[in-house]
């Protein structure tokens, strides 16, 4: 199986349509998305629709669950909680259902998803050191976890001094964001994985940032949020 990955989207409609433009020239079997459809910027309910449409599996993120329930939201910055509030407000009582059904953990075909950690995936940790990411091992079956929630793409293993993805080995995979990259890098995160070869191959897609960060201020979301897409952290 071939798979194509994404994270993080954020209610960012034209880094959404850039990344599906780009997985539409590959074959792949099916697009698995680590949560975080919405929040941070002005179109939550358009990425919904073609996460709905697209995706054969989506897990739930923190900011998914902050718009559907108000669960969380004292824990987001400010100008998230913000954004949050207006989503909340522009998706419909049938999209709020979807995002309110979504699994925190979700096993296919050989691969685990999840959000932010297998650990405690309703908690919303980041894997930020080596410790906690070898933790990690032992909440998951699979040769393969995907996850999200940093915005910040790489891959672990859980031997020391393999570098990179190959078979017989354990791996936990950031597949990075689409909507709000944090390294640097304004360009949108896709991944793509072979479940036989274990080839994983992570791709950044130039995107229209100027056209969402006229809808962010369009629709009176703070400027921050703009200007963070525009410098990509």
């Known amino acids: 199986m071939r798979f194509a990955l994404i994270s993080d989207i954020h ?8 990344v599906l433009e780009e997985i539409g020239r590959e074959k792949v079997d099916d697009i698995l998305c680590m949560g975080d459809v919405v929040g941070y910027c002005a179109d939550p309910g358009a990425c919904i629709d073609l996460v709905r449409e697209y995706c054969s ?7 998914d669950l ?3 329930r108000g669960t969380g939201l004292s824990h987001l910055p ?14 419909s009582e049938e999209q709020r259902v979807w995002l309110d059904g979504l699994p925190f953990v979700q096993v296919h075909d050989s691969v685990t998803c999840v959000h932010a ?26 040769d393969v976890c995907f996850v999200g929630h940093t915005h910040l793409s790489g891959v672990m293993s859980e031997q020391i001094g393999v ?5 017989g080995h354990r791996f936990i995979i ?11 890098d304004p360009r949108a995160c896709v991944g793509f994985f072979d479940t036989e070869t274990f ?35």
Request: glycine share 8%; aromatic share 6%.
């Open 11 to 18: 209610s960012n409609l034209p880094a959404l349509e850039a």
């Open 57 to 63: 599996v989506t897990v739930m993120g923190n900011h």
């Open 66 to 68: 902050a718009v559907c």
């Open 78 to 91: 400010s100008d998230g909680q913000i954004a949050a509030e207006h989503n909340a407000e522009m998706i």
């Open 117 to 142: 950690s297998p650990q405690a995936p309703e908690r919303w940790m980041r894997i930020e050191s080596f410790f906690l990411a070898q933790e990690q091992f032992r909440h998951f079956d699979t």
């Open 163 to 167: 570098l990179r993805t190959r078979p």
């Open 174 to 184: 950031n597949v990075g964001s689409v909507g709000q990259p944090r390294d640097g």
């Open 199 to 233: 080839d994983f191959d992570l791709r950044r897609i130039p995107y229209n940032v100027d056209r969402t960060s006229q809808r962010i201020r369009e629709d009176g979301l703070p400027g921050s949020l703009a200007k963070r897409l525009e410098k990509g952290h």
